[in-house]
């Protein structure tokens, strides 16, 4: 909801673990068990965000993970479709 969506912005400013217990529990509601290099996902939204257009962000992402997904979906896979699409 837009509250949540306030309360969890509120918290981002005061805690420095948001992003961790955010990515946890969407993975746990999609059911993923993976870890990936958030960092290198993270440069490549802002890289497109700011180099191309900033939709270009979470499309490229998702591209990303779609190609990752095809490619077999582990982290070296996500790895490698990330470094594709720098």
Do not use: Q, Y
């Amino acid at each position: 909801t837009w509250d949540d969506i306030a309360t969890a912005r509120a918290r981002i400013r005061e805690h420095g673990h948001v992003l961790d217990e955010w990515i946890s529990a969407v993975k746990d509601e999609l059911g993923i068990d993976l870890d990936v290099d958030t960092g290198v996902l993270l440069d490549l939204a802002r890289d497109a965000a700011h180099g191309v257009a900033r939709p270009a962000a979470p499309l490229t992402t998702f591209l990303v993970g779609f190609a990752a997904a095809r490619a077999g979906g582990d982290a070296d896979a996500v790895a490698e479709a990330a470094r594709k699409a720098v």
